[in-house]
């Protein structure tokens, strides 16, 4: 019964929302939390990442990176295998992090980022001896840790503040007295950043230190941002890099390019001026060429990376993958200076790719994932060896990232086995693929559903639909926290890429540019359909949730149907118009997402705003946002319950203390909220004695 027939009967309580905080319902009375993934299993879970060959070429080091329960956070060890997968034992293992390796160009040395005296400094290893020393006493973390080509310096990238500024500051306080601290005065655009709150003064800047240790000095200056992949030039006398030093680049978000930087004078060369962003520059082995990524900027809401070619001085550029309708990323350069090796989406999946200085492409593997925890995006990391084979990060679906090796002939082989402690004993279906017809133009629709453990096809399972955020992102078939624990508490699980979704091509994607959310909803449906089709659906359980971008099309379906029994609106936007001037990225919204500024077309704001359809809600609605998030803010959230308590609509917020948009930062804070959505549902769900 709806808040709008009874609302004298509803008491609100945030805090009865969630169950018995380690044990959910499961699927089946033989069925034990023992064999299921539960929330104390977050706690445990680990993932390979960053693999990087080694010196004598026939090991890999990679970051075990795990979850702490002690401090609710994520740890980075550095660990090794051999490319045979016969030996595995850590390099540095410890409560410390240890991330961010690179060699020396000669393989003597090893450079890394360390927190195990305290705050995190760039640290050199000798490899013939094992002995580190730490080479930076600096007060922000570094981080792009790149070798001079004789191994004598190290360039970095790190924050630099500066002073904050003020137009006002009161006489000084009596001895004793305790005053408000002062006034935050501020004139930046973008002033705040999710993840971290308010910007404060400063920026990014590169810095170059000796690599035995010593003083670092800062080659960059002014009031732009400099760093990302830093690649010195063969003679050691200049760094290139990507940086966007427009006047206007507040606005103009993605106008970056590629620029040298003299080491000894700080002196600036642009190599490119193209509209949209050029970035991730590498020089090949042999110093001759730049790669890099980039796109001429069209306007639209989704674009896809290139990558490009040139000489060192910016002349004769080529672009080897014009013909590829995929964005291009994580670019490595063959040993011989042939060829580079890049990753890319398709049809839900991360993919490893070589193309040779002629644009002939040829695929290595379509199997990354596995690093993204909480839910089921595209991820993935590689490396290929200078014989052509690639080690990757690798996605089975019911696992987080392992590491694998594919050989020139397609073989795979599995190096590691991280989390078989935890897993091997318990029951857990793998993503299946389903492909839907979309009712709006008949299009084809990938989505993919997850069982719970000792499905049956004979019963009747309620459902849910979980939607990904961006709009402009991906699912794929991945290991996913909360898709998992979905599914162990008895549903049925569907998710999808509606369009607008990357990894189907830049027309599908921009099926929604400037119309956001529109038949995106038909497609969304339609997959729930689809399932339902299958013959194992309670009609009468059908549920809804998505975050971000999924938030938006979760209150959007919600004000457009009342087919579900409940919703969970995490993070969403839900007022374009108070978007502006509050998210993180308003700058960039208002450019790409609109025609135009939402004072001067307030209708276009509205019409695509999931408030306007408040009025049509009747779902029992719960909205969920990080205390912290800046990206969709915490008022976007008030908003909407605000409405839905006036709507007389059944409905409970809840706010993750300590969390920006990236709930799943900490593992506790994703449990509460897989916990709180299950619940929730639970709360609504028809059973056959009702």
């Given at each position: 019964?709806?808040?709008?027939?009874?609302?004298?009967?509803?008491?609100?309580?945030?805090?009865?929302?969630?169950?018995?905080?380690?044990?959910?319902?499961?699927?089946?009375?033989?069925?034990?939390?023992?064999?299921?993934?539960?929330?104390?299993?977050?706690?445990?879970?680990?993932?390979?990442?960053?693999?990087?060959?080694?010196?004598?070429?026939?090991?890999?080091?990679?970051?075990?990176?795990?979850?702490?329960?002690?401090?609710?956070?994520?740890?980075?060890?550095?660990?090794?295998?051999?490319?045979?997968?016969?030996?595995?034992?850590?390099?540095?293992?410890?409560?410390?992090?240890?991330?961010?390796?690179?060699?020396?160009?000669?393989?003597?040395?090893?450079?890394?980022?360390?927190?195990?005296?305290?705050?995190?400094?760039?640290?050199?290893?000798?490899?013939?001896?094992?002995?580190?020393?730490?080479?930076?006493?600096?007060?922000?973390?570094?981080?792009?840790?790149?070798?001079?080509?004789?191994?004598?310096?190290?360039?970095?990238?790190?924050?630099?503040?500066?002073?904050?500024?003020?137009?006002?500051?009161?006489?000084?306080?009596?001895?004793?007295?305790?005053?408000?601290?002062?006034?935050?005065?501020?004139?930046?655009?973008?002033?705040?950043?999710?993840?971290?709150?308010?910007?404060?003064?400063?920026?990014?800047?590169?810095?170059?230190?000796?690599?035995?240790?010593?003083?670092?000095?800062?080659?960059?200056?002014?009031?732009?941002?400099?760093?990302?992949?830093?690649?010195?030039?063969?003679?050691?006398?200049?760094?290139?890099?990507?940086?966007?030093?427009?006047?206007?680049?507040?606005?103009?978000?993605?106008?970056?390019?590629?620029?040298?930087?003299?080491?000894?004078?700080?002196?600036?060369?642009?190599?490119?001026?193209?509209?949209?962003?050029?970035?991730?520059?590498?020089?090949?082995?042999?110093?001759?060429?730049?790669?890099?990524?980039?796109?001429?900027?069209?306007?639209?809401?989704?674009?896809?990376?290139?990558?490009?070619?040139?000489?060192?001085?910016?002349?004769?550029?080529?672009?080897?993958?014009?013909?590829?309708?995929?964005?291009?990323?994580?670019?490595?350069?063959?040993?011989?200076?042939?060829?580079?090796?890049?990753?890319?989406?398709?049809?839900?999946?991360?993919?490893?790719?070589?193309?040779?200085?002629?644009?002939?492409?040829?695929?290595?593997?379509?199997?990354?994932?596995?690093?993204?925890?909480?839910?089921?995006?595209?991820?993935?990391?590689?490396?290929?060896?200078?014989?052509?084979?690639?080690?990757?990060?690798?996605?089975?679906?019911?696992?987080?990232?392992?590491?694998?090796v594919v050989d020139k002939r397609g073989n795979v082989t599995r190096l590691t086995d991280l989390n078989g402690d935890i897993f091997d004993h318990k029951v857990m279906n793998k993503p299946e693929l389903l492909t839907v017809k979309s009712s709006f133009d008949d299009r084809e629709l990938l989505a993919w559903i997850?069982?719970?453990?000792?499905?049956?096809?004979?019963?009747?399972?309620?459902?849910?639909?979980?939607?990904?955020?961006?709009?402009?992102?991906?699912?794929?078939?991945?290991?996913?926290?909360?898709?998992?624990?979905?599914?162990?508490?008895?549903?049925?699980?569907?998710?999808?890429?509606?369009?607008?979704?990357?990894?189907?091509?830049?027309?599908?994607?921009?099926?929604?540019?400037?119309?956001?959310?529109?038949?995106?909803?038909?497609?969304?449906?339609?997959?729930?359909?689809?399932?339902?089709?299958?013959?194992?659906?309670?009609?009468?359980?059908?549920?809804?949730?998505?975050?971000?971008?999924?938030?938006?099309?979760?209150?959007?379906?919600?004000?457009?149907?009342?087919?579900?029994?409940?919703?969970?609106?995490?993070?969403?936007?839900?007022?374009?118009?108070?978007?502006?001037?509050?998210?993180?990225?308003?700058?960039?919204?208002?450019?790409?997402?609109?025609?135009?500024?939402?004072?001067?077309?307030?209708?276009?704001?509205?019409?695509?705003?999931?408030?306007?359809?408040?009025?049509?809600?009747?779902?029992?609605?719960?909205?969920?946002t990080g205390e912290l998030d800046v990206r969709t803010p915490m008022t976007e959230s008030e908003q909407y319950y605000g409405a839905l308590r006036l709507e007389g609509v059944e409905s409970s917020l809840v706010r993750i203390q300590g969390a920006y948009h990236g709930i799943a930062a900490k593992p506790s804070n994703?449990?509460?909220?897989?916990?709180?959505?299950?619940?929730?549902?639970?709360?609504?769900?028809?059973?056959?004695?009702?």
């Amino acid at each position: 019964m709806s808040l709008k027939t009874k609302i004298s009967g509803l008491v609100l309580c945030l805090g009865c929302v969630v169950a018995v905080p380690y044990a959910f319902a499961t699927t089946d009375a033989s069925t034990n939390d023992n064999q299921v993934i539960t929330y104390q299993d977050l706690f445990h879970l680990e993932y390979a990442a960053n693999p990087l060959i080694m010196p004598d070429g026939d090991t890999v080091l990679y970051e075990r990176r795990s979850m702490d329960i002690m401090t609710d956070s994520q740890r980075t060890n550095l660990w090794t295998v051999s490319l045979d997968g016969s030996t595995h034992m850590p390099l540095m293992s410890s409560m410390a992090n240890h991330s961010s390796a690179v060699f020396s160009p000669d393989g003597t040395k090893m450079a890394y980022l360390s927190s195990k005296e305290g705050k995190t400094q760039i640290y050199l290893r000798d490899m013939a001896t094992g002995n580190t020393a730490r080479v930076t006493d600096v007060n922000m973390t570094p981080n792009s840790l790149s070798f001079s080509p004789d191994g004598k310096q190290l360039a970095f990238a790190m924050f630099t503040p500066t002073a904050a500024k003020s137009l006002f500051t009161l006489p000084a306080k009596p001895p004793g007295a305790e005053w408000a601290e002062e006034a935050h005065y501020i004139d930046q655009t973008l002033f705040q950043r999710d993840g971290a709150g308010m910007n404060r003064p400063g920026n990014m800047h590169v810095y170059v230190v000796p690599s035995i240790g010593g003083t670092p000095r800062q080659i960059t200056s002014g009031e732009h941002n400099y760093g990302g992949q830093l690649s010195w030039t063969q003679a050691g006398d200049a760094i290139v890099m990507s940086a966007n030093i427009r006047e206007d680049s507040d606005f103009d978000v993605f106008n970056s390019d590629i620029i040298v930087v003299n080491v000894a004078d700080g002196s600036l060369t642009k190599l490119t001026s193209e509209t949209g962003p050029e970035s991730n520059p590498h020089l090949s082995p042999n110093g001759k060429l730049l790669a890099f990524t980039g796109y001429v900027d069209n306007g639209k809401s989704s674009q896809i990376n290139h990558l490009f070619v040139m000489n060192t001085d910016g002349s004769d550029m080529k672009d080897l993958t014009p013909e590829l309708d995929r964005s291009v990323g994580d670019i490595q350069w063959a040993e011989n200076s042939r060829g580079l090796y890049f990753s890319y989406d398709d049809a839900g999946k991360k993919n490893v790719a070589y193309v040779n200085l002629s644009g002939k492409r040829t695929l290595k593997t379509d199997a990354l994932g596995g690093q993204s925890i909480g839910r089921p995006y595209t991820s993935g990391d590689y490396v290929a060896t200078d014989d052509g084979e690639v080690v990757f990060t690798l996605s089975t679906g019911d696992r987080p990232a392992d590491l694998a090796v594919v050989d020139k002939r397609g073989n795979v082989t599995r190096l590691t086995d991280l989390n078989g402690d935890i897993f091997d004993h318990k029951v857990m279906n793998k993503p299946e693929l389903l492909t839907v017809k979309s009712s709006f133009d008949d299009r084809e629709l990938l989505a993919w559903i997850v069982k719970p453990p000792m499905f049956d096809p004979s019963k009747k399972y309620p459902l849910i639909l979980e939607i990904h955020g961006g709009p402009h992102t991906a699912y794929g078939p991945e290991f996913s926290t909360e898709v998992q624990m979905f599914a162990a508490a008895g549903y049925v699980v569907v998710y999808g890429n509606p369009r607008g979704s990357t990894s189907m091509g830049t027309e599908f994607a921009n099926l929604i540019d400037k119309n956001y959310p529109s038949e995106d909803y038909n497609d969304l449906i339609d997959m729930v359909d689809g399932v339902i089709a299958q013959g194992y659906i309670d009609e009468r359980n059908l549920f809804v949730t998505g975050g971000s971008g999924g938030g938006v099309l979760t209150a959007w379906i919600i004000g457009n149907t009342d087919r579900f029994a409940a919703a969970v609106v995490a993070k969403p936007v839900i007022n374009w118009i108070s978007m502006i001037g509050t998210s993180d990225i308003y700058t960039f919204m208002a450019r790409y997402w609109f025609t135009d500024l939402p004072w001067n077309d307030v209708d276009q704001y509205w019409q695509r705003s999931p408030l306007r359809l408040v009025g049509n809600v009747t779902t029992p609605t719960m909205v969920l946002t990080g205390e912290l998030d800046v990206r969709t803010p915490m008022t976007e959230s008030e908003q909407y319950y605000g409405a839905l308590r006036l709507e007389g609509v059944e409905s409970s917020l809840v706010r993750i203390q300590g969390a920006y948009h990236g709930i799943a930062a900490k593992p506790s804070n994703l449990g509460r909220k897989i916990g709180n959505i299950l619940a929730w549902f639970d709360k609504y769900k028809t059973t056959d004695e009702e």
